[in-house]
């Protein structure tokens, strides 16, 4: 098969890049391997809704520095105990700083009480 030589290396930032031609600068705009960063922290969501049964309710927060093209994984406690809704476990970027959770009935309609989840932001713009 055909051969391709790569150039991998860490940049001033400590981001990994690769690129199949010599690098003229290490901070020379390349391919990034992976997350540029990667984050864990807690929010507090309040759908402040009712979800009506069978439907969803989809509840805008802040997380400063989130870009659309980023990942945010959602993990709730295993405490909550809840069962007449679920969490979506990946939320949606939709612009820079505000993701989108999206709560889910699986029963009858049910108003959720705020409640704080642990997120893990994979930072890839």
């Given at each position: 098969?055909?051969?391709?030589?790569?150039?991998?290396?860490?940049?001033?930032?400590?981001?990994?890049?690769?690129?199949?031609?010599?690098?003229?600068?290490?901070?020379?705009?390349?391919?990034?391997?992976?997350?540029k960063?990667?984050?864990?922290s807690?929010?507090?969501?309040?759908?402040?809704?009712?979800?009506?049964?069978?439907?969803?309710?989809?509840?805008?927060?802040?997380?400063?520095?989130?870009?659309?093209?980023?990942?945010?994984?959602?993990?709730?406690?295993?405490?909550?105990?809840?069962?007449?809704?679920?969490?979506?476990s990946?939320?949606?970027v939709?612009?820079?700083?505000?993701?989108?959770?999206?709560f889910?009935?699986?029963?009858?309609?049910?108003?959720?009480?705020?409640?704080?989840?642990?997120?893990?932001?994979?930072?890839?713009?």
């Amino acid at each position: 098969g055909v051969v391709t030589t790569y150039w991998v290396w860490v940049d001033s930032n400590g981001f990994l890049h690769k690129s199949t031609s010599e690098p003229t600068d290490e901070d020379d705009t390349t391919t990034i391997v992976g997350a540029k960063r990667i984050s864990v922290s807690t929010i507090g969501i309040d759908p402040n809704a009712t979800i009506l049964s069978g439907s969803v309710v989809d509840v805008a927060t802040t997380i400063t520095g989130v870009a659309v093209g980023d990942l945010i994984v959602i993990e709730r406690s295993g405490a909550s105990g809840i069962t007449a809704y679920l969490v979506d476990s990946v939320a949606r970027v939709s612009a820079t700083d505000t993701i989108q959770v999206r709560f889910r009935s699986i029963g009858a309609a049910v108003t959720p009480e705020p409640e704080t989840v642990r997120y893990t932001w994979f930072d890839f713009t």
